[in-house]
C-alpha cells in the first residue's frame, strides 16, 4: 500500500490512548473537527462538540453546516462507545464560547482537552470588503479562539494539567490575495496560542496551534472552488479541481485528508508531547518547506 496514499487515514493507537478524558472540539460538525473528535472517540475520550451550524456569516464560498451534520458527528462519536454532546454554539459570543467549556465541566467533571477549530473565510480584495465581512472572519477565527480558550485555561490551570491545540493554517505563516480578513485571524492565532503557552507552562498545561495546508473539507471542496482551480469550464468537477491542482503541494496532492490533521492533534494531546509547547506545526505534504 503506498504510504503517501491520501485516502487512506492514520490508524487509532492500540490500546486507547485516552480513556476518562474529556474534550471539547469547536467547529465539530464535519471537516477537520469532525474527522478530530471521531479520533478522540475511537481514542476513548468524552466528548462536548460545538458548532455554529447555520450561522455562518452571508458570503462564505462554500455551503454552511446542517443539524443533521452535527447529529451525525455525534452518534459516530457515541458509536464508538463513548459519552458525547452536541450543542449549537457560535463561538464570536464570549458567553456562548465559555458556556461550552462548562458543559464540559458540569456533564463530565473534567475537562481535559481543547481544540479550538471553529474558523470560517470571506473572500475578496481588502478594497472590496466590507469593514463587518473583515469582522465576521477575524472574530470567528481569532476571537472565537480566546472565547474558548480563557474558561477552557482557567479550569486547566486549576486543575494543574491540560493540552489546548489551536487549529490553524499556513495562511497563518504566508499570505494569500483575497484572503485578508482570514490571513489576519490566523497570523494572529499564533500569537494568541505562543502568549497563552508562556502564561500556563507553569500549571502543566500545554498550547500549540497546527497549520493544515489545503484540506478536503467542505471549506475546499465546493462548486465554488472547482471553479476558482478551473475557470476555463463551465461547470467544473471534483474531479477536475484535483488534476488541476495536483502540483499544489511538493508532495503532489490537491490536498490533505482531514484524518491527517487529527493524527497531529492526537500527537499534541498524548503524555508524549507533554513538553512541546507553544509550537506550531504544519501538516501540509512539504508546503511549508517553501517559506520560514
Keep these: 500500500m503506498n504510504p503517501h496514499d491520501p485516502t487512506r487515514a492514520p490508524p487509532p493507537a492500540s490500546p486507547p490512548r ?21 479520533a478522540l472517540a475511537r481514542e476513548g475520550c468524552d466528548l462536548v462538540i460545538g458548532d455554529v451550524l447555520d450561522g455562518l ?23 464508538s462507545g463513548v459519552r458525547c454532546i452536541g450543542l449549537r454554539t457560535d ?12 458543559a464540559a465541566r458540569a456533564s463530565f467533571g473534567r475537562l481535559d482537552f481543547l481544540i479550538a477549530n471553529a474558523a470560517v473565510t470571506l473572500e475578496g480584495r481588502l478594497t472590496d470588503l466590507a469593514p463587518d465581512q473583515f469582522d465576521a472572519v477575524v472574530r470567528t477565527n481569532l476571537h472565537g479562539v480566546f ?7 482557567r479550569l486547566m490551570t486549576e486543575a494543574g ?15 494569500e490575495a483575497e484572503a485578508g480578513p482570514y490571513v489576519a485571524s490566523k497570523f494572529g492565532l499564533i500569537g494568541l496560542c505562543k502568549t497563552a503557552a508562556l502564561e500556563v507552562a507553569e500549571h502543566g498545561v500545554t498550547v500549540n496551534a497546527v497549520l ?15 471553479r476558482q482551480a478551473v475557470p476555463d469550464k463551465p461547470d467544473p468537477t471534483r474531479d477536475d479541481y484535483l488534476e488541476a491542482r495536483k502540483d499544489a503541494t511538493p508532495m503532489g496532492l490537491a490536498w490533505i485528508k482531514p484524518e491527517d490533521v487529527a493524527a497531529v492533534v492526537l500527537f499534541l494531546l498524548s503524555d508524549e508531547a507533554r513538553f512541546v509547547s507553544g509550537e506550531t506545526i504544519s ?9 520560514t
Design 18 to 38: 485516552f480513556q476518562g478524558r474529556v474534550a471539547v472540539v469547536t467547529g465539530g460538525a464535519r471537516g477537520i473537527g469532525r474527522a478530530i473528535a471521531l
Design 57 to 79: 456569516p452571508e458570503g462564505t464560498p462554500y455551503p454552511k453546516a446542517t443539524q443533521a451534520d452535527l447529529d451525525q458527528t455525534v452518534a459516530a462519536a457515541g458509536a
Design 147 to 153: 472565547n474558548v480558550m480563557a474558561p477552557a485555561l
Design 161 to 175: 494539567r491540560g493540552r489546548v491545540v489551536a487549529i490553524g493554517s499556513g495562511a497563518g505563516k504566508h499570505a
Design 212 to 226: 493544515p495546508g489545503p484540506t478536503d473539507t467542505p471549506m475546499m471542496s465546493s462548486p465554488q472552488r472547482f
Design 283 to 291: 501538516v501540509d505534504a512539504a508546503d511549508c518547506a517553501n517559506w
Design 91 to 102: 463561538v464570536r459570543e464570549a458567553s456562548e464560547g465559555e458556556a461550552l467549556i462548562e
